[in-house]
């Protein structure tokens, strides 16, 4: 199955401020998810990223706010914008490895706070 | 549509006991099933999944799930528990004819083995 490094791992941000989560994945993959785990809370996806266009944002979230890359088939990233102590979550991306694989592969997420 | 309930947010069962973690799901069509498990600070590990075929399932760390398609549920189970097992353990589905779309999951319920 593919391996994913996501980075950084924490960061504490000061509100108004922006950070940007990468995903290198050692495989190539069509569809990269990108996740949000509010404290105590199960996952809520944000958005789809597919290579080559733009992705595609779930209700309640918007391009503004987490505005995602995807410049190649094994790379990602997301940047939570202008961040205020609600965006503090744990984000995590996800891939489908392979051509007709079934399982889903999580990165190790990164646990944000802002204060 | 696509949804997963967990309906117990917290379990809790004695060490070397039998433990339940409950699922159950709706789909359109049929379901491909996870389970994964989240421990304190980590991301989040595959457990197991369904697919097809025969109906228990067996994963990691001697977890095992049942799928039962008339109950629409796909409970997770394990004969002897241990204290390491406590985590958050999360239900999720995907429609088996939706192509690669992202997982659904379920809130989450916390497992608790004391000793």
């Known amino acids: 199955s593919a391996v994913i490094s996501q980075k950084p791992s924490r960061d504490i941000c000061q509100r108004g401020t922006s950070l940007t989560i990468q995903c290198q994945v050692d495989?190539?993959?069509?569809?990269m998810f990108w996740y949000r785990q509010q404290p105590g809370q199960s996952l809520t996806l944000i958005a789809t990223?597919?290579?080559?266009?733009?992705?595609?944002?779930e209700s309640g979230f918007v391009i503004d706010k987490f505005p995602i890359s995807r410049p190649n088939l094994t790379f990602s990233t997301l940047t939570v914008s202008n961040m205020s102590p609600e965006d503090s979550s744990i984000y995590l991306c996800s891939v489908v490895p392979g051509q007709g694989a079934v399982g889903y592969t999580f990165g190790s997420g990164t646990r944000l706070t802002v204060v | 549509a696509q949804s997963v309930a967990q309906p117990e947010d917290q379990v809790n069962v004695a060490e070397g006991n039998p433990l339940t973690v409950k699922c159950t799901y709706s789909?359109?069509?049929?379901?491909?099933l996870f389970w994964y498990v989240q421990y304190p600070n980590r991301g989040l590990q595959f457990l197991l999944k369904y697919i097809t075929g025969d109906n228990l399932v067996k994963g990691s760390y001697g977890f095992e799930a049942e799928f039962n398609k008339s109950q629409t549920s796909f409970h997770l189970k394990k004969p002897s528990a241990l204290v390491s097992d406590s985590a958050l353990y999360f239900c999720?589905?995907?429609?088996?004819?939706?192509?690669?779309?992202?997982?659904?999951f379920g809130k989450g319920t916390r497992l608790s083995v004391i000793a």
């Open positions: 495989s190539q993959v069509t569809m």
């Open positions: 999720a589905v995907r429609d088996m004819g939706s192509g690669n779309t992202p997982l659904v």
């Open positions: 990223a597919n290579q080559g266009s733009e992705a595609t944002y």
């Open positions: 789909v359109s069509g049929n379901p491909y």
